[in-house]
């Protein structure tokens, strides 16, 4: 079974995330803080990792940079979910080394599709 990662500060789209992804047989583990997610990452090492970018304390960009310094953790696909739209933050996420990048105004279908393709299924 998959293990996903959802690295999400807003309570209520960390749940929604996780209830929507409950049908697709994954093993979800949820947090609500970078550094929380980051020690995640490096105990369980998930398949997949969904992140937001802005978050008190470790950011989105440091969780993953983090994880790209690390050779157990590199290969991790990562895809960030988050409010941050622009080309630049985009650029600047594809230059740290991100798999996927989602608009939280994205449909749970894309965000799905987005995991699966991570999951080459």
Sequence with gaps: MPKILIIEDDEDIRE?????????????ITVASGKNGLDKAQK????VIVCD???????GYQV????????IT??????FFTSL??????????????NGYLS??????????????MLNL
């Design 16 to 28: 929604l995330i996780s209830e929507s992804l409950e049908d697709l047989n994954y093993e979800i």
């Design 44 to 47: 369980h090492l998930p398949d």
């Design 74 to 79: 590199v290969m991790i696909p990562f895809i």
């Design 104 to 117: 939280k105004s994205c449909t749970i279908r894309e965000l799905k599709a987005a995991i699966n393709k």
């Design 85 to 98: 739209n622009s080309e630049a933050e985009r650029a600047y996420a594809i230059k740290l080394g991100v």
């Design 64 to 71: 993953l940079q983090a994880l790209r310094q690390n050779p």
């Design 53 to 59: 970018i802005n978050m008190p304390g470790l950011s």
